[in-house]
Nanobody, 117 residues
Framework: QVQLVESGGGLVQAGGSLRLSCTASGRALSRYVMGWYRQAPGKEREFVAAIRWTGVNTNYADSVKGRYTISRDNAKNTVYLQMNILKPEDTAIYYC??????????WGKGTLVTVSS
């Protein structure tokens, strides 16, 4: 099993920045693709960004490209999401995800990001 704990959410004004962290624990973490998803009030959960524990490939939703950056610290088993130029429409609960690409996904409990206009 994999345990995921998010942190770093909060209230920020439009145009501001936040950095989210997701610390993972468990076995064979390197085989998981780590991702961030978000769910706004009244909307479905949507993909935000993803990264592997090895290599340099990252993937982003079109809505956050150029504003968000996903990164990792393998020594700390932590994945980060740097969010810049935040907009009110970025307001959501942000969830960390571990995807083994064939098998059960794991989710954190989420961290709330609120962007005021």
């Amino acid at each position: 099993q994999v345990q995921l704990v998010e942190s770093g959410g909060g209230l920020v004004q439009a145009g501001g920045s936040l950095r989210l962290s997701c610390t993972a624990s468990g076995r064979a973490l390197s085989r998981y693709v780590m991702g961030w998803y978000r769910q706004a009030p009244g909307k479905e959960r949507e993909f935000v960004a993803a990264i592997r524990w090895t290599g340099v490939n990252t993937n982003y939703a079109d809505s956050v490209k150029g504003r968000y950056t996903i990164s990792r610290d393998n020594a700390k088993n932590t994945v980060y999401l740097q969010m810049n130029i935040l907009k009110p429409e970025d307001t959501a609960i942000y969830y960390c995800n571990a995807d083994p690409r064939g098998g059960a996904n794991y989710w954190g409990k989420g961290t709330l990001v609120t962007v005021s206009s």
